[in-house]
């Protein structure tokens, strides 16, 4: 292919330019989302303000202007992912196989579809269970929630990155398939370990309580079994 004949220099240079868009879309999206970070902070402790909890607090002068920039940067990224992706997969076409560029343009677009879900998931169902656990731990052993700001930032950045990698379990294993790693016949015969597996996960990404646990494994388990079902479509 042509494409495959330029110069190292042209390749540095697009590159150049697909890092510098994207640069771009975050930070336009990030921009205007700085017109309403009023609301999105509002928005964020929107969870905590369920149970009873109306202001965080802030450890750092620093700390309540940091924060809300974070915030913004975050939701920026979120929304610009949808063109970074473009940039991205724009970059790397004309050097992917056929084969390849079947296989990214079966499983981006899922990919991208079911980090929605998990999020939503994540913010809807797995953050208000776990802050209610452990507002209730915090109780019982008569001590007071004083959470900070920075504290819960980085506490609901690592439930959606969680949420969002556990579930692209259906991509992963599509995309084994794809390349011969793995079969239908293998993964259903491995399904009781994979079970147990996938609760020990639950129980790393929820607070140590069964239920909890339970409740975030059986969305994890059914993406397990629907990902027989895609492995088995993607069999050569």
Known sequence: MQDKKMPLSEHFADLQKTLLNSLLYCFFASVLLSFFHKELLIAFQKPLNNVGITALNVLSPQEGFLIPIKLVLMCGLIVATPLIVREVTLFAWPALRQNEKQILQTFVIPSFLIALVAAFFAWQVLIPISIEFLLKATTNNNLQATWTLQYWFVFVQ??????????????????????????????????????????????????????????IAIPLILLFYFSIFIVKANED
Do not use: C, N, W, Y
Request: glycine share 8%.
């Open 158 to 215: 690592s439930m959606l990155i969680a949420s969002v990698a556990a579930f692209q379990l259906p991509i992963v294993m599509g995309v084994l398939a794809k390349f011969g790693l793995i079969d239908s016949h293998t993964v259903r015969e491995k399904g009781p370990h994979a079970i147990i597996g996938l609760l020990i996960l639950s129980g790393f990404i929820t607070p140590p309580d069964v239920v909890t646990q339970i409740i």
